[in-house]
């Protein structure tokens, strides 16, 4: 499984960001996937994924800004991100976790919010 991740860049606090991330294979093929980031200096961390039941989980910091979105016809997940701020500046990596018991990690986009 391959994941392309694409949709960051600079931003000023207050805007909106869209990133997107692409799988190789068909989503039948993929138990859960979701949104990592990881801050300079720190380690990575949850941000938004949908679990293997289809529900959705978000990270405390992003809850009612960041929204997980996902089109299974184009195997592609989405993180809408409202009301940037400076803290949320990281690279943010998409993850899958594969029927294959694996997982997997996109290559990282990274967003930066300017206060």
């Known amino acids: 499984v391959q994941l392309q991740a694409s949709g960051g860049g600079l931003v000023q606090a207050g805007g909106s960001l869209r990133l997107s991330c692409a799988a190789s294979?068909?989503?039948?093929?993929?138990?859960?996937m979701g949104w990592y980031r990881q801050a300079p200096g720190k380690e990575r961390e949850l941000v938004a994924t949908?679990?293997?039941?289809?529900?959705?989980n978000y990270a405390d910091s992003v809850k009612g800004r960041f929204t997980i979105s996902r089109d299974d016809a184009k195997n592609t997940i989405y993180l809408q991100m409202n009301n940037l701020k400076p803290e949320d500046t990281a690279v943010y990596y998409c993850?899958?976790?594969?029927?294959?018991?694996?997982?997997?990690w996109g290559q990282g986009t990274l967003v930066t919010v300017s206060s």
């Open positions: 294979v068909d989503s039948s093929k993929i138990v859960a």
């Open positions: 949908f679990t293997a039941a289809g529900t959705t």
């Open positions: 993850n899958a976790f594969g029927r294959d018991v694996q997982f997997y």
